[in-house]
């Protein structure tokens, strides 16, 4: 089939690159030149593991194409999707100007019988005023159809998830237009979900909140285990087994980031007070995760009593491993944190330094190794769970500090390292800290 994707941000280039993966010719549309002319040379936009090799294997096979001209990239395409941002605004509602400016060009180039399928995550109702919109902007009354076909890829892994997908949701009220999409995802395999196009849409953002609120839940039980003496890994362990509980979504740390669960959360309350409908259940599933950012800070205060002048190395800047993704990084509100009670911060990150750059600029130092950054410092602040951070030699970190003091906000070392490691003071989220004196 011949597809046309509008956007190449992590889910339309994902998505771009999955599809042609199983045969199909797509031509991604991008209105930032920059963009489309970096990936017509094979330059990737995002870092994910294994994906700048899967794009410049499509595109040599001439079936996966990039240009910034609509005419171009809609001539002849079957299926048209839309994978454009939808930020979120000021009130907490999602910014549809981006889908707004892709109904302008989709009308004026859309031929007869094309399907036009959203992907990008919107707001209930949004299907039916953007195939209103991209009608209004047709030159001639043309026949087309929308389809809402909602995406659960997670970053990092997207191709992954895209391949192996746990589910497809098609929302339609066209059975031709549903047929078709099930059509182009067949040599998927993956089982469908079909549903009317409102529903489709809530599922999005429901499975969202849903996740954000596992997070926050067993982010305030690991609150409670650190006041009681539990152990939120053994808790979260136990309640996992349950099948009907399951155990993802229940590591408990810094709070969720990204470039998802903290608008969609919101995007979702909005909903529901523009519909007259109390949600506030989600207030507090936002609550939790503000203060759990806020987290590090607090229990570094509480060991040293200032952090004017102290050095802090922050190991892991992205929202997430695996990504160089900075949006809605707890990492960002740390680093202000830190810095406006007078502490300098030095930090590391395997790939997301230079977009840091662009949101902190030069208010805090980047490093290029743990190394570096722990030198001579006063306490360490993991923040982001890379494999990197895992494999530490604990001993020459805490030899290089200044104290060997650190702060895990994922978790992710384990005990016996730490009882290798000589003298340490580790303070993790949810189960008791560890105080090793070799001395
Ligand atoms: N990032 C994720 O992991 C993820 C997963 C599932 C769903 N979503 C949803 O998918 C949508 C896209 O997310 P993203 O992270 O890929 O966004 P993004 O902001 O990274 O990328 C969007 C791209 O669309 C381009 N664009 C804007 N207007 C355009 C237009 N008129 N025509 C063509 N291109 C245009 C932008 O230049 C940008 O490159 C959002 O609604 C998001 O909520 C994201
Ligand atoms: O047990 C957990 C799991 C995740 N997180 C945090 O939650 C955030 C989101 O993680 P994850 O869901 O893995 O990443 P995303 O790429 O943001 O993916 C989410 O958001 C996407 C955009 O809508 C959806 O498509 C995905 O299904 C959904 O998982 C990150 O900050 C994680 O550190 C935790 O704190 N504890």
Redesign the pocket.
Known sequence: MKIAI???????LTTGICLSEIGHYVTC????EQ?IKNLQVGISPIYEPGLDELLVKNALEERLFFTSSFSEGLESAEIIII?????QRNDGAADLS?LE??AV?IGTHIQPNTVVVI????PVGTNEYIKDLIQKNCPKEISFEIVSN??????GS?IKDTMKADRIVIGSENEQAREKIKEMYKPLNVPFIMTNIRSAEMIKYASNAFLASKISYINEISNLCEAVGANVEDVAKGMGKDFRIGEAFLHAGIGYGG??FP??VKALLYTAKLNGVNFGFLNEVIAINDHQHELLVEKALKRFGSLAGKKIALLGLSFKPETDDMREAPSIKISRALLSLGAKVSAYDPVAIENAKHILGETIEYSSSVKEAVNNADAVFIVTEWNEFKELDLKSVTESMKNPIIFDGRNCILDSKLRDCGTVEYYPIGKPSILINVM
């Open positions: 509008l956007g190449t941000g992590y889910v339309g549309i991008d209105i930032n963009k994978a454009v941002g939808t930020p981006y400016g892709a060009h992907k990008s995550t919107v909602p995406e659960f890829l997670r970053q997207a470039s998802c608008k969609d």
